[in-house]
């Protein structure tokens, strides 16, 4: 399945950032809503669920496994400034 999900930076910067700053890794998904993770600091003390509404429209749901949060965070970013995405 290859699909382009038009994501704008700044939603972006809304759930990815705070999910960084508590974890080095996540799962991402999506769903007829936007995008959402959970995700929990490495301790286990903080549970952090984090949501942002979006125009998305996809046939099926995606799944992302994200191991290493910063990197896949910098790549989109480089993308988005290129115009790769809206």
């Given at each position: 399945?290859?699909?382009?999900?038009?994501?704008?930076?700044?939603?972006?910067?809304?759930?990815?950032?705070?999910?960084?700053?508590?974890?080095?890794?996540?799962?991402?998904?999506?769903?007829?809503?936007?995008?959402?993770?959970?995700?929990?600091?490495?301790?286990?003390?903080?549970?952090?669920?984090?949501?942002?509404k979006?125009?998305?429209d996809?046939?099926?749901?995606l799944?992302?496994?994200?191991?290493?949060?910063?990197?896949?965070?910098?790549?989109?970013?480089?993308?988005?400034?290129?115009?790769?995405?809206?």
């Open positions: 399945m290859n699909e382009i999900i038009p994501i704008k930076k700044a939603f972006l910067e809304k759930l990815l950032k705070p999910v960084n700053r508590l974890s080095e890794s996540c799962v991402l998904k999506t769903d007829s809503e936007g995008l959402f993770t959970i995700c929990s600091s490495p301790d286990n003390t903080v549970i952090l669920y984090a949501k942002i979006t125009d998305i996809l046939e099926e749901p799944r992302l496994n994200i191991i290493i949060l910063i990197s896949f965070y910098q790549v989109l970013i480089a993308w988005v400034m290129k115009d790769h995405f809206l």
